[in-house]
T-cell receptor, first 113, second 111 residues
Framework: SQTIHQWPATLVQPVGSPLSLECTVEGTSNPNLYWYRQAAGRGLQLLFYSVGIGQISSEVPQNLSASRPQDRQFILSSKKLLLSDSGFYLC????????????FGNGTRLTVT | TQLLEQSPQFLSIQEGENLTVYCNSSSVFSSLQWYRQEPGEGPVLLVTVVTGGEVKKLKRLTFQFGDARKDSSLHITAAQPGDTGLYLCAPSNFGNEKLTFGTGTRLTIIP
């Protein structure tokens, strides 16, 4: 069966520090991968998605970046965090095709202080 | 960028009551998914609707896709505290792997 791992679960970082969140998927090949951010009490904002190794689509201009160094690994990074980067970050995967569902990780709650 | 509005934004009702929440857009979609998210967790798929006018039932939940495939509704009968959560709709189109979500409806069922 397929599983998705996302870590860490919680993170407290000072403003200006770097960030690296990692997400890996097991049990499937060539998944589409997604990073979303959710502010407190709000909906999900799509940050990045990837349909293959090295292929990244960015949805929102910001100080975040994403990389996909391996087929089932998706990394979200920042060189210098801002206070506004605080939120709940969710990684998700799905197979290609418009009807396939998203499968989410358990999320990382990031607090920038 | 497609704008997907969900209404109401917040809804708080007593256990046993019925409710309907909506997902509306001016764009046509190939399909639409409904998810429920509980605090501190990722959203979980409830249903995918594909055909205009389609109705799907999941126990006490009834989902309908609009005839023109621009909107959808979720009706809950005899709501229970376990229905509490954030309900999100997500439309998709053939050939487009980007998947965005509506603004969400936060539902609270009061025992």
């Amino acid at each position: 069966s397929q599983t998705i791992h996302q870590w860490p679960a919680t993170l407290v970082q000072p403003v200006g520090s770097p960030l690296s969140l990692e997400c890996t998927v097991e049990g499937t090949s060539n998944p589409n991968l997604y990073w979303y951010r959710q502010a407190a009490g709000r909906g999900l904002q799509l940050l990045f998605y990837s349909v293959g190794i090295g292929q990244i689509s960015s949805e929102v201009p910001q100080n975040l970046s994403a990389s996909r160094p391996q087929d089932r690994q998706f990394i979200l990074s920042s060189k210098k965090l801002l206070l506004s980067d605080s939120g709940f970050y969710l990684c998700a995967w799905r197979t290609g095709g418009s009807h396939s569902p998203l499968h989410f990780g358990n999320g990382t709650r990031l607090t920038v202080t | 960028t497609q704008l997907l509005e969900q209404s109401p934004q917040f809804l708080s009702i007593q256990e046993g009551e019925n409710l309907t929440v909506y997902c509306n857009s001016s764009s046509v979609f190939s399909s639409l998914q409904w998810y429920r998210q509980e605090p501190g967790e990722g959203p979980v798929l409830l249903v995918t609707v594909v055909t205009g006018g389609e109705v799907k039932k999941l126990k006490r939940l009834t989902f309908q896709f609009g005839d023109a495939r621009k909107d959808s509704s979720l009706h809950i009968t005899a709501a229970q505290p376990g229905d509490t959560g954030l309900y999100l709709c997500a439309p998709s189109n053939f050939g487009n792997e980007k998947l965005t979500f509506g603004t969400g409806t936060r539902l609270t069922i009061i025992p």
